[in-house]
């Protein structure tokens, strides 16, 4: 992908169109496809759990980074969603979700997986495009979006892993990051990734909206 400095491979079934001279990315997400383990089940991986939406994920540079993109989302059903994704494993990972709200309003959602997944509504937007960014701090990661791609709003700051580490399993953070679409209750959406973005700097401020 231009501009980035990593490879990104595609999930089982997943049908991504890369588009290397307009720089974007484009997905139908599956019918009936999400990324979640319901916290008010019994937090094993059965048929409350869906980890089956399609993916687009790779192993960035170790250090800080910015990885942002604008999502355009088709949205036809609640749920469905354009999302940044982080992936350490299937009960470690993070979503940044462009989503369609029970109310049919278009929303910046943010879930994270610690064995099971939380849930966060941010705001509501007008229209089906918005910009979403996940940064990497140290052993951190915090989650803006923006209306306009130059003023951010900070959605969240938290880590993946164990709270007295950045290490998963293998002793490495095996954190990867990309782009995912999600059709939980419907029979699947068109989401678009393009104005993508990486940079291998330190974000300065959380709060200043920069």
């Not at 990051?177 to 393009?194: H, K, L, N, Y």
Request: charged letters at 20%.
């Amino acid at each position: 992908m231009p501009g980035v400095p990593f490879p990104f491979a595609p999930s089982e079934g997943g049908s991504w169109q890369v588009d290397e001279q307009a720089g974007s990315v484009t997905v139908t997400a599956a019918p009936h496809s999400d990324i979640f383990v319901d916290p008010g089940g019994d937090g094993t991986l059965n048929a409350e759990s869906m980890l089956n939406a399609a993916t687009l994920l790779g192993v960035p540079p170790e250090g800080d980074f910015q990885l942002s993109a604008r999502v355009t989302v088709d949205f036809a059903a609640t749920y469905d969603a354009g999302v940044l994704l982080l992936w350490a494993d299937e009960r470690h990972w993070g979503k940044l979700c462009f989503e369609y709200s029970p109310a049919g309003e278009p929303m910046i959602v943010s879930v994270v997986c610690r064995g099971v997944a939380d849930d966060a509504n941010a705001f509501v937007v007008s229209g089906r495009t918005v910009w979403l960014r996940v940064s990497r701090i140290d052993r951190a990661y915090a989650y803006h979006a923006s209306l306009d791609d130059k003023t951010w709003q900070m959605i969240r700051f938290f880590v993946l892993g164990d709270v007295r580490s950045d290490v998963i399993g293998d002793g490495t953070t095996g954190d990867r990051i990309g782009f995912e679409a999600q059709s939980p209750t419907g029979e699947g959406c068109r989401v678009t990734f393009d104005e993508i973005q990486f940079a291998s700097a330190r974000l300065a401020d959380l709060r200043d909206g920069s």
